[in-house]
């Protein structure tokens, strides 16, 4: 059984269309047509009904195959479109096939015609397979997005959930040693919870603006020590750059480990102090800086194997989730730096 072909044909002489029917009908399509030679029968013709192809003169006293090329497209139709016309140039032809017509066909040369339409038939079916392909993956990645951003803020939740719980526990328990280790805690669960939540509201959702998450980072934690910002000053220098959520992590971990130590450790109660933070970033390489104008660090303590389980966990960050270097300056109170790259 013959396959139905529809096609719609942009022609003024009613001779020139019938010779185009003619060569048609010595194709395996059973031909369906309308000859239409102005841009309101045009538009009529395209609204009333699907066309397999436009064959479409080039020059009309009323109507161009531009004209034509251009309605088509205004519509966002895919249609296989072939200028037939008897005086187009090379330089012409080019420039129709630059606009977006598939083919063209010379009149003197009418036998091209229904091998022109059967290939642009097949390239028609390859576009059409091709565009539900990507709209099919179109909707997966936004089914995707939708999951990951409701798996992050559920991350963040169930954090919080934590941190409620042992906030709640905390008030059981007298030992000030055991009150810090439960602050401790918290504070850890809010730095991998701030990250989630970052990414929740982020049009990225593998990578953290580390710049904006650290400002909010400290914040809390000075909050949580009751700091008074005139007493306890904090510099923050840091490169508006992203970091994976491997890496912001663990980064964000490192940093209120060691600022939590300023805090507790480095100023001897009230005295006024300054906490420096600098991140930077060349190429995928980033330097941390965190350092403070306290004390200073021990001279007889290897920070490395120290029994303070925040400068461990620094140490085992560093080197197994970042595989990064540490190194510790004591020239001017205490001050950690530490390299590692970007990751994902």
Not at 110 to 136: K, M, T
Request: proline share 2%; with cysteine.
């Amino acid at each position: 059984m013959a396959k139905p072909l529809n096609v719609l044909i942009v022609e003024d002489s009613d001779d020139d269309a019938l010779l185009l029917v003619r060569e048609l009908k010595h194709s395996d399509y059973a031909l369906s047509y309308l000859r239409v030679d102005t841009p309101e029968a045009m538009h009529a013709a395209l609204e009333e009904q699907e066309w397999d192809a436009i064959l479409s003169d080039y020059e009309m006293p009323h109507f161009s195959g531009l004209g034509a090329l251009k309605i088509m497209q205004d519509k966002g139709l895919d249609v296989s479109f072939i200028i037939v016309s008897g005086k187009i140039g090379e330089d012409v032809a080019a420039g129709i096939m630059k606009a977006g017509a598939h083919d063209y066909v010379m009149k003197s040369n009418l036998w091209r015609l229904v091998p022109a339409v059967e290939r642009e038939l097949r390239e028609a079916v390859i576009r059409r397979e091709r565009r539900e392909a990507n709209e099919q993956i179109e909707t997966a990645l936004r089914e995707k997005e939708v999951l990951l951003r409701e798996i992050h803020h559920r991350v963040k939740n169930n954090m919080q959930v934590i941190s409620s719980i042992l906030r709640l526990q905390s008030r059981y328990v007298s030992d000030e040693k055991s009150l810090e280790m439960f602050k401790d805690s918290q504070n850890r669960i809010m730095s991998i919870a701030l990250v989630h939540e970052k990414l929740y509201y982020s049009n990225d959702l593998t990578r953290v603006n580390i710049k904006e998450y650290l400002n909010d980072l400290l914040g809390n934690l000075l909050k949580s020590y009751t700091m008074d910002k005139n007493i306890i000053s904090l510099d923050i220098s840091v490169d508006d750059a992203a970091l994976g959520i491997d890496s912001a992590i663990p980064c964000g971990l490192i940093i209120g480990e060691l600022v939590s130590n300023s805090l507790k450790h480095a100023f001897n109660g009230n005295k006024y102090g300054d906490i420096r933070i600098s991140l930077r970033k060349n190429g995928d390489t980033f330097k941390l800086i965190v350092g403070d104008n306290g004390i200073g660090f021990p001279e007889d303590v290897d920070f490395r194997n120290t029994e303070s389980l925040g400068l461990r966990l620094v140490t085992l960050i560093t080197e197994n989730q970042l595989n990064g270097e540490i190194n510790l300056n004591r020239n001017k109170g205490t001050e950690f730096n530490i390299t590692f790259k970007g990751g994902k």
